[in-house]
């Protein structure tokens, strides 16, 4: 069964903004040892069932995923950030209902030695 991360990783490189900025250095839980910036890597931090629709065939629930943005200059940084909450705003399909962003927080990374935006997007789907 493939990931909400995994599904937003698989749209975010089919977006031509996105990808034009990151290509496909999209990576699901963590990055890879010397990565290449800039880079997005993401994870979920959250899923909680609507219990309202609990006795559904099919729960919808809300995941949220948390999206490092890292690249080497701020500008950078924010111009990537800023094209993922662009091309997640409204994402819909056949089980995903809305996707939105909310909370931001931008900060060095000593260890790395690049900025960092985290985004988290918040995906409300039918789990099938």
Do not use: F
Not at 39 to 55: F, N, S
Not at 70 to 91: E, I, N, P, Q
Not at 98 to 110: A, G, I, K, L, V
């Amino acid at each position: 069964m493939t990931t909400v991360a995994e599904r937003l990783r698989t749209h975010l490189r089919n977006d031509a903004t996105t990808a034009a900025l990151v290509g496909t250095r999209i990576y699901v839980q963590r990055l890879p040892q010397n990565p290449t910036y800039p880079a997005l890597c993401m994870h979920t931090i959250g899923r909680v069932e609507d219990v309202m629709r609990g006795t559904l065939a099919y729960p919808i629930v809300t995941v949220r995923v948390q999206i490092d943005v890292h690249d080497s200059s701020y500008d950078g940084v924010m111009a990537l950030a800023g094209a993922v909450k662009w091309a997640l705003l409204g994402l819909r399909d056949s089980t995903v209902h809305d996707c939105r962003t909310e909370d931001q927080y931008e900060y060095w990374d000593e260890t790395l030695g690049v900025h960092v935006v985290s985004v988290d997007a918040l995906v409300n789907l039918t789990e099938v």
